[in-house]
């Protein structure tokens, strides 16, 4: 099966940095495209930057400019560094990963995956 296990959070002063790291095992060659969410007290879930299997990223604007995801596809894994830490950034991190069509004939490389979440606190 899938796994998707995040690290890094903690607490950090604005203006701070962080580097949370998504490690995904199983089925890794299904060619996953990543992402990054997350979720504020009494808020929804939001995305907030993805990167497809070719590279290509996108960003919420919130994050633009502050917040740089990669991948190290020898490590199966997926950073997003944080600088600039606003307040506004406190939520829970998850990662998620999405089906490609990439061997979509396996039932495990069709559906999507979410990691358990890591804690993010910026204090102002």
């Known amino acids: 099966q899938v796994q998707l296990v995040e690290s890094g959070g903690g607490s950090v002063q604005a203006g701070g940095s962080l580097r949370l790291s998504c490690a995904t095992s199983g089925y890794t060659y299904c060619g996953f495209a990543m992402s990054w969410y997350r979720q504020a007290p009494g808020k929804e879930r939001e995305l907030v930057s993805a990167i497809d299997s070719d590279g290509s990223t996108t960003y919420a604007d919130s994050v633009k400019g502050r917040f740089t995801i990669s991948q190290d596809n020898a490590k199966n894994t997926v950073y997003l560094q944080m600088n600039g830490l606003k307040a506004e950034d406190t939520a829970i991190y998850y990662c998620?990963?999405?089906?490609?069509?990439?061997?979509?004939?396996?039932?495990?490389?069709?559906?999507?995956?979410w990691g358990q979440g890591t804690q993010v606190t910026v204090s102002s």
């Open positions: 998620k990963a999405d089906p490609t069509g990439r061997h979509s004939y396996i039932a495990a490389c069709a559906r999507n995956y």
